[in-house]
């Protein structure tokens, strides 16, 4: 068995891979709707390109991706790491990109419908399935209070064991994000499914070049010495608790 150097939840090869393969994008983001493909008109990736350099080794920078198509707008966004607080997290996400949304000198009844997609890599809600949608609605008549609120999260750890070519798009894509062995890779690659095959390709193609290399070099420095402060300070804090309990 063969460990992933790379894997499609790395924040820089995830923004790489998607943002140059749109058609897979948007069968991705049509497999979540659940709409068929034709029926995401004018589909466009608004931040296709990654930040500058100079600001790759920014600890707090987001490698989201934003699509806008007709009367939507969606984010896109990969967590690997359970911080405790995605719930929150993603609230605030998608507040921001629809309060975002409201051009000068347009009414709030011209907000577009706002749709953020979380894939994580750990699991979030106490229920067995891997796929869930969020909406506002009223708790006694279940009348939705706005159609233009939705969240979508994907938990990957709940994920079927096995996938094959029976398996639906939609897993099949996700599965690559929780590749963890070339073993997987080369499984999902051979099941002949079209979408998957490019992202592969694609991943083979960006994972050697220098340029992809380089940056996540600059990344992972950038989350070692994140984690290494962290650790520092709930030390130093643990022992100044100890010293504070043994003056007391």
């Not at 939840?9 to 709409?35: G, H, I, M, Q």
């Not at 995401?40 to 490698?63: A, G, H, S, T, W």
């Not at 994907?154 to 062995?181: D, G, Q, R, W, Y």
């Amino acid at each position: 068995m063969t460990l992933l150097k790379y894997r499609f939840t790395n924040d820089v090869l995830f923004k790489t891979v998607f943002a140059k393969e749109e058609e897979v994008l948007k069968r991705l983001v049509a497999a979540v709707l659940e709409v068929s493909v034709d029926e995401l008109e004018e589909f466009q990736v608004i931040n296709p390109e990654l930040p500058p350099e100079e600001n790759i080794e920014d600890k707090l920078l987001r490698l989201d991706i934003n699509m806008l198509m007709r009367g939507r707008r969606v984010n896109l966004e990969v967590q690997v790491v359970d911080e405790k607080n995605y719930r929150e997290r993603s609230l605030f996400n998608w507040a921001r990109q629809f309060s975002s949304a409201l051009l000068a000198g347009h009414g709030y009844v011209e907000l577009p419908q706002v749709i953020c997609i979380n894939i994580l890599e750990f699991n979030l809600f106490g229920w067995k399935e891997f796929r869930s949608e969020f909406r506002i609605f009223d708790t006694e008549h279940y009348e939705v209070l706005s159609d233009k609120f939705g969240i979508h999260f994907f938990e990957l750890p709940k994920l079927p064991k096995t996938v094959n070519v029976n398996s639906s798009e939609l897993v099949l894509l996700l599965a690559l994000f929780h590749a963890k062995t070339e073993e997987e890779l080369k499984h999902l690659n051979s099941l002949g499914v079209k979408s998957v095959t490019q992202l592969v390709e694609s991943y083979r193609r960006v994972t050697v070049s220098e340029e992809f290399r380089d940056l996540e070099r600059r990344r992972e420095t950038t989350r070692h010495d994140l984690d290494n402060a962290l650790s520092t300070a709930r030390k130093e804090g643990r022992e100044e608790g100890l010293q504070k309990g043994a003056q007391e």
